[in-house]
């Protein structure tokens, strides 16, 4: 048996282009730098709404297109590069037809939230491989997007560290002699901390991440663990296994990404010193492995690699995730959704950390299962779980 997720072997790096939606994200900005890197050609670029950054963008890269998700962002984007051969696409509607369109071989999407799913789907449905850098498309619509994949022959290829790792441990090995996947976690910003040490916590001391340099969403998401059961479901989703089969580390030095466990209790780990644009790399390139521009690693510098629980009592939406995975239906959904308003909330300084778990967990909890749902189903839920929570936070005086 093939493994699940494989891209055609005959696709050649750079005899077709890639389409970067999200370009101007943290994920976004280093996938251009890869791109430019290897001289892979950039058929169309997307962004919410900075227009300084895209046009830049367009100078450097030429191309096709650039979907613009702010109407009037694109109106003055159109001025700003009328004078090269780029076609400036408007809204909603512009990021999805640059998804379907054009001859991309991979579209990576960097979107942030679910607002990245729509152009997902729009991707697999074209035929086009999706190297997804949006996880909240796989932790809401996962199943959807991974039957969709499957049967119109394109893959799925994670950008995310970890499903990375797991994905080059996994190269070539049939999926059934997997037996365990085990997630590393660099433990976030709290590290360490008892719930009464974090109630406190502010925006600026989640926002200091260790050992990767991200968005403020997902470094808060780390600092809370939630980012890690994010990417339990994630996993779960992608290489489809059983929720008890997933496994979390600490991890804190972030060297090694990930590991797969074999039927034989073999271990294969995949290690590098921490930098997305591999991952991103690996992605875009796949099945081909190119140089990198990245610093040998050097364990005898490194010393020590250290291993160890994740502290579930005081980060308690890991186990929430696990749960919410384990339950399926529309449990994720809102798990996903409850948490994007309740991170949304704390950035705006409206609520503390601890209460984004309050939050969330009691949203979950209180949010009826519906078992097979359709898209308009998780769509529903995912909005429903959002005004729970500010409905919840107004109660609480916010
Ligand atoms: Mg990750």
Same mark, same amino acid.
């Given at each position: 048996?093939?493994?699940?997720?494989?891209?055609?072997?005959?696709?050649?790096?750079?005899?077709?282009?890639?389409?970067?939606?999200?370009?101007? +994200?943290?994920?976004?900005?280093?996938t251009?730098?890869?791109?430019?890197?290897?001289?892979?050609?950039?058929?169309?670029?997307? +962004?919410?709404?900075?227009?300084?950054?895209?046009?830049?963008q367009?100078?450097?890269?030429?191309?096709?297109?650039?979907?613009?998700?702010?109407?009037?962002?694109?109106?003055?984007?159109?001025?700003?590069?009328?004078?090269?051969?780029?076609?400036?696409?408007?809204?909603?509607?512009?990021v999805?037809?640059?998804?379907?369109? *054009?001859?991309?071989?991979?579209?990576?999407?960097?979107?942030?939230? #679910?607002?990245?799913?729509?152009?997902?789907?729009?991707?697999?449905?074209s035929?086009?491989?999706?190297?997804?850098?949006?996880k909240?498309?796989?932790?809401?619509? *996962?199943?959807?997007?991974?039957?969709?994949a499957?049967?119109? +022959?394109?893959?799925?290829?994670?950008?995310?560290?970890?499903?990375?790792?797991?994905?080059?441990?996994?190269?070539?090995?049939?999926?059934?002699?997997?037996?365990?996947?085990?997630?590393?976690?660099?433990?976030?910003?709290?590290?360490?901390?008892?719930?009464?040490?974090?109630? *406190?916590?502010?925006?600026?001391?989640?926002?200091?991440?260790?050992?990767?340099?991200?968005?403020?969403k997902? #470094?808060?998401?780390?600092?809370?663990?939630?980012?890690?059961g994010?990417?339990?479901?994630?996993?779960?989703r992608?290489?489809?296994?059983?929720?008890?089969?997933?496994?979390?580390?600490?991890?804190?030095?972030?060297?090694?990404?990930?590991?797969?466990?074999?039927?034989?209790?073999?271990?294969?780990?995949?290690?590098?010193?921490?930098?997305?644009?591999?991952?991103?790399q690996?992605?875009?390139?796949?099945?081909?492995?190119?140089?990198?521009?990245?610093?040998?690693?050097?364990?005898?510098r490194?010393?020590?690699?250290?291993?160890?629980?994740?502290?579930?009592?005081?980060?308690?939406?890991?186990?929430?995730?696990?749960?919410a995975?384990?339950? *399926?239906?529309?449990?994720?959904?809102?798990?996903? +959704?409850?948490?994007?308003?309740?991170?949304?909330?704390?950035?705006?300084?409206?609520?503390?950390?601890?209460?984004?778990?309050?939050?969330?967990?009691?949203?979950?909890?209180?949010?009826?299962?519906?078992?097979?749902?359709?898209?308009?189903?998780?769509?529903?839920?995912?909005?429903?779980?959002?005004?729970?929570?500010?409905?919840?936070?107004?109660?609480?005086?916010?």
């Amino acid at each position: 048996m093939e493994s699940k997720n494989m891209i055609k072997k005959q696709d050649k790096i750079g005899a077709l282009p890639v389409t970067v939606l999200g370009s101007t +994200g943290s994920v976004g900005r280093q996938t251009m730098d890869v791109a430019q890197l290897h001289g892979l050609r950039v058929e169309g670029i997307a +962004g919410a709404r900075n227009i300084t950054l895209l046009e830049e963008q367009i100078r450097r890269f030429s191309p096709a297109y650039c979907a613009v998700e702010d109407p009037e962002a694109a109106k003055l984007l159109r001025v700003a590069a009328a004078d090269t051969q780029t076609k400036i696409l408007s809204g909603r509607e512009g990021v999805l037809w640059l998804a379907e369109n *054009g001859s991309a071989r991979v579209v990576l999407n960097s979107i942030i939230g #679910t607002a990245g799913l729509a152009p997902t789907l729009a991707a697999i449905r074209s035929k086009k491989n999706v190297a997804l850098a949006n996880k909240e498309t796989l932790v809401t619509a *996962g199943e959807f997007v991974m039957r969709e994949a499957r049967e119109q +022959g394109v893959s799925v290829l994670p950008v995310d560290s970890e499903h990375c790792a797991i994905f080059q441990c996994l190269n070539g090995e049939p999926h059934d002699r997997i037996t365990r996947l085990i997630l590393t976690c660099s433990g976030g910003a709290f590290h360490g901390r008892k719930r009464d040490q974090l109630s *406190g916590m502010k925006k600026d001391d989640a926002l200091a991440h260790p050992t990767w340099k991200m968005g403020a969403k997902i #470094t808060v998401d780390c600092a809370s663990l939630m980012n890690k059961g994010l990417e339990l479901i994630e996993a779960v989703r992608l290489f489809d296994v059983a929720p008890d089969m997933v496994d979390i580390v600490i991890h804190k030095e972030s060297i090694v990404h990930s590991m797969v466990e074999f039927c034989d209790r073999s271990v294969m780990a995949q290690m590098a010193l921490p930098d997305m644009r591999l991952c991103i790399q690996y992605a875009l390139t796949y099945p081909d492995r190119m140089p990198s521009h990245l610093e040998p690693l050097d364990l005898r510098r490194i010393g020590t690699l250290t291993f160890s629980e994740p502290d579930e009592e005081t980060f308690t939406l890991l186990p929430l995730a696990r749960r919410a995975v384990t339950e *399926g239906g529309i449990k994720t959904a809102v798990l996903n +959704g409850a948490n994007e308003a309740a991170v949304s909330l704390f950035l705006q300084d409206k609520i503390t950390f601890t209460d984004i778990f309050d939050l969330v967990e009691e949203v979950v909890d209180d949010t009826a299962n519906m078992k097979n749902p359709t898209l308009t189903d998780i769509e529903e839920a995912d909005r429903e779980a959002r005004s729970a929570v500010i409905r919840k936070a107004s109660r609480h005086g916010v």
